[in-house]
């Protein structure tokens, strides 16, 4: 079911739509959302009318105001229309979205209603539907690292606003610690942009002409390839020949070396890349924390390398085994707390470091680099979280409390961290004793996600023993 133009769509129904759009002009709102929504409802995959209804259900929540009603409906995603789009999904994916809109129609903001519409539109083929419920849900929660990768792999793959994603993106990547996953995610997205700009996806739309792009057609297939999330080995050995070759000529070009670390990495030569590295270190232009998080992310992943290549039936499989693990978790932390002390003021390495003593047991060590973290707006209700776990490992229980519930309370909308939240706070209180408000934390996730951890076996013990 591809997104139509007005054209596609039948007369009676174009008719309806102006309607609509008459509607919309004399701000008759409500019967401008009932127009579209009848088109819609026929015609699911009527694209610009999709869009009218999302602008005038925008202007309705935001004259109407958001009240405490709505905002907590919102956040749990318990409604009973909700509830009734869930369950349509797997079956009849246009009613599950027609029932999402009808929710949308009183709260714009919606996160839960506009996942349906997204998984929905992504069932009955409709790319660009999903991208719009995508980019307001992302606006919604610009934190959500997994919604916005998964906002920049649409944009990418099936075309869209990519300097809105790539703005998202860009955020996230300046106010995190190196991850792998967004840094691909810029890649894709890189390319996508790349291909836009050389003319082709205009081409494919019909538009444009060969003679237009055929100049720069070599440079733009290299350039895609150069910024695929999965290279081939074949493009990738051609790229490092490319590089190397290059480096003869153009020895000061630190662009072409870190490409030839990160290249390296891909085919698993691990020393080769570092050597790289470590010339980007030596020429004093390496005082960048990424480039340095990059280099301890090669050094690990020689050791899972190393790891992976030992014999399981030779004698001392687990004495070398445990040696490596030893030295990996060494190594992880003494490199961390050099890159804190190197770079003081970045709060997402503290982040970090925090990690890497939390799971080698230095619970003081870690409670003072959370408590530092904190002040890191991205990273501040992950540390909050920790917190609370460094303060119930020493038996310091309420406060532990306390500041899951003053993070549950400043944490907006319900994605993975208000989950993880809610959860740590059930734990502490069954530590405590308290089954009663234990239950209370794991009912309000069970509501909207039976299978996280294991809630849906906390609350079903439970009620089983009532």
């Known amino acids: 079911m591809p997104e139509k133009l007005i054209s596609e769509i039948p007369h009676d129904l174009r008719r309806i739509f102006t309607k609509a759009n008459e509607a919309v002009q004399h701000e008759n709102d409500d019967y401008a959302l009932a127009l579209c929504c009848q088109v819609l409802e026929k015609e699911p995959g009527f694209f610009e009318c999709r869009k009218t209804l999302r602008a005038v259900q925008a202007r309705k929540s935001a004259a109407a ?25 797997g079956k009849n994916p246009a009613e599950a979205m027609a029932i999402a809109e009808e929710v949308l129609n009183h709260d714009a903001h919606n996160s839960f209603a506009h996942r349906i519409i997204v998984d929905a539109a992504m069932a009955l083929d409709l790319p660009q539907t999903a991208l719009l419920s995508l980019e307001t849900m992302v ?22 606003r990519a300097d809105v994603a790539e703005k998202f993106l860009d955020e996230l990547v300046r106010n995190s610690a190196y ?7 810029q890649k894709n997205l890189s390319a996508h942009k790349t291909l836009d700009e050389g003319g082709y996806n205009s081409l494919a739309d019909g538009e444009g002409s060969y003679r237009d792009i055929l100049r720069n057609k070599q440079e733009a297939v290299s350039l895609e390839q150069e910024k695929r999330v999965q290279k081939t080995d074949d493009v990738a050995e051609r790229l490092i020949g ?62 899972d390398a190393q790891l ?21 978790t060494a190594y992880k932390l003494a490199e961390c707390q050099k890159r804190a002390e ?31 973290a904190q002040a890191n707006p991205h990273k501040r209700y992950a540390a909050m979280s ?32 208000k989950k993880d939240l809610l959860y740590n706070l059930g734990c502490v209180f069954e530590k405590m004793g308290k089954k009663a408000e234990a239950i209370e934390q794991f009912l309000v996730i069970y509501e909207s996600d039976v299978s996280y951890r294991d809630v849906g076996a906390k609350v079903d013990a439970h009620y089983a023993a009532q």
């Open 139 to 160: 606006r919604n929660s610009p934190k959500d690292k997994s919604l916005v990768v998964e906002f920049a792999n649409q944009v990418a793959a099936t075309g869209g």
């Open 242 to 303: 490319e590089y190397e070759e290059r480096l003869q000529t153009e020895p000061d070009n630190l662009k072409i070396v870190r490409s030839l670390a990160e290249l390296y990495t891909q085919k698993g030569k691990f020393d080769r890349a570092l050597e790289y590295y470590q010339r980007i270190q030596n020429s004093g232009h390496g005082g960048d924390a990424t480039l340095d998080r990059a280099v301890a992310d090669v050094t690990v992943r020689r050791f």
């Open 342 to 372: 190197k770079y003081p003021t970045d709060l997402a390495i503290k982040f970090e470091l925090g990690q890497l003593y939390f799971q080698a047991g230095k619970i003081s060590e870690a409670t003072g680099e959370f408590q530092k």
């Open 386 to 417: 920790y917190l609370a776990q460094c303060f119930a490992r020493r038996n310091m229980n309420d406060s532990a409390v306390r500041t899951l519930q003053n993070a549950i309370k400043e944490k907006p909308g319900f994605d993975e961290e």
């Open 179 to 185: 991850d792998p996953e967004l840094q691909q995610a």
């Open 65 to 89: 105001g958001r009240g405490f009603f709505k905002k907590m409906m919102s956040i749990g995603g318990s409604s009973p229309q909700i509830t009734k789009a869930k369950f349509a999904l």
């Open 308 to 328: 992976a290549q030992l014999d399981p039936a030779a004698a001392d499989f687990a004495e070398q085994t445990e040696r490596l693990q030893a030295e990996k």
